[in-house]
């Protein structure tokens, strides 16, 4: 599958904002917003444009998918199920990308970002009830168990990761065992238990012209 292989500080430089895309290194002075709060590009610096409504809801759209690390057809894919569930579709979009495989050891704190936890999965590391899943876009349901497998209890990029004091959350929807190296979705998320800052309903009135 195609993936975006560029400078993922230039991502979060032309969203104007923090995605958390590089793990520990988003939290220290090193950080590219940081340092050039401004869109990348030799006229990012001097870039004082009004932004369209269109501007607004593509924007949106972009950081979404840049935060969960996806491409517009996968993306698009998750919009067009989303439409087809009962309730807001907005939520709906964002409780799917919440509940992927990657994206919940993210959250459990067994890798630093995204983009690592998508590594470990697919490197076959974790366990979903017991069974090894190497598919980073699979989701789970409520009561699945998300377990290090025990020959990669050692890795130390899962304890690093599991130290990072800064980045831990408490979300009310996830347990997390430290001590099994295991952690099980209790529910699924409700859009206030979701921390993100976005405005979901800008990408659905994208994808509805």
């Not at 921390?195 to 800008?202: A, G, N, R």
Request: aromatic share 8%.
């Amino acid at each position: 599958m195609a993936r975006y292989r560029g400078s993922v500080c230039r991502l979060c430089r032309r969203e104007s904002e923090k995605l958390f895309l590089k793990g520990s290194r988003c939290y220290t002075e090193k950080c590219a917003v940081e340092r050039r709060a401004f869109p990348p590009g030799q006229h990012g610096f001097n870039v004082r444009r009004k932004i369209s409504d269109y501007g607004l809801q593509l924007r949106e759209k972009q950081k979404v998918k840049r935060i969960y690390g996806l491409l517009e057809r996968q993306f698009h894919g998750y919009y067009v199920k989303a439409t087809m569930q009962k309730g807001v579709t907005g939520e709906n979009l964002l409780v799917m990308l919440e509940t992927r495989l990657d994206n919940i050891v993210y959250r459990l704190g067994f890798a630093p970002s995204r983009k690592s936890a998508r590594q470990l999965v697919r490197h076959r590391h974790f366990t979903v009830n017991g069974r090894v899943v190497d598919i980073p876009s699979f989701l789970l349901k409520p009561g699945s168990v998300v377990k290090v497998r025990d020959k990669s209890k050692s890795l130390d990029i899962i304890h690093m990761a599991l130290r990072e004091s800064e980045r831990a959350v408490d979300l009310s929807w996830l347990r997390l065992n430290k001590a099994n190296l295991e952690g099980e979705l209790l529910e699924r998320p409700k859009r206030a238990d979701i921390p993100l800052t976005v405005q979901e309903q800008l990408i659905v009135e994208l994808y509805s012209k």
